[in-house]
């Protein structure tokens, strides 16, 4: 069995604020997240804007230092006290795939150019093996080099130059991708493209995901596991149908009333419009002052997880 992901008391605080107004957000509180499969895998982390998803996926990552914790991807410590792979062995393992493909690459350089650096760079391979293996690594995403070469980012439509964002991420065979909202910024009728070639990948190749969305619908198309995240905590995490057919956390639940049953699409904001900055910093519950059934103690104190027999975990004190 690996270890696809693992966290253990994470933590990462960001200071916010002039020199005489700072605030401190807890951009990632206490996060423990366990996935342990022998099989390739994928996971969605799942939250409103300012839930910690994104900051979650930079510290494993290696983008952002943690405050305090550890993290750990396919085995591999990325982030805390120990060793950790070298860069190389880093990028082997672990490849990113960001929201916005045309800030992936710079506008002055052709696209060839980026995937012939990271097979020579990475996978270590001749000039003429690379161009095999680029050929190949687009092939898969359905492209092919011909048709690539010599070409500008902005010679491409988004959905185009995703796929070359995943070519790219697929070149060094990793282990795992971490997918950054990769399709909220492609047109609605090429999501459905990228998430199935995800799947084809995850079958084909063996590759496992870590896919931070806003989409719902697409987290429970894909997803095997599911962690749902409200400021910087998780709040309910485990297999990803029993999570969305049946929630258990009051947060979880108010997501999913909050969108349209034939379309789980859910744009940011869900209740109330503002992040409250103070609602990180509870003590508490950091969900009491939205939650429906909050009670005295939700306020005092923060719900130790319950794991439920169906083995997912619940962070909130009125799950037995
Ligand atoms: Fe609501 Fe209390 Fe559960 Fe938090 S711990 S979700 S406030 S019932």
Redesign the pocket.
Known sequence: MRTVLKTEKLHKVYTLGSLFRRIKINALDDVNLEVVSDQPVIVSLVGESGSGKTTLAKVVLRLVEPSAGSAMVCDHLVAGKGTKPTKREFLTTVQPIFQNPFEAFSSYRTVDSYLERTAIYVNQLSRREAIDAISQALASVGLKYADVKGKYPNQFSGGELQRVSVARALLPHPKIIIADEPVSMIDASLRMNVINLFLALKRDFGTSFLYITHDLATAYYISDYIAVMYRGCI?EFGQARAVLSEPQ???TKLLLDSIPSTRWKWERKIAESDIETKEYRFT??K??NR?P???D??RQKR?QVVRLSDGRDV?????Q
């Open positions: 709040v956390h009051p947060y508490g519950c969900f009491h939650c059934l909050a009670q103690i939700c719900p962070y909130c004190h009125l799950v």
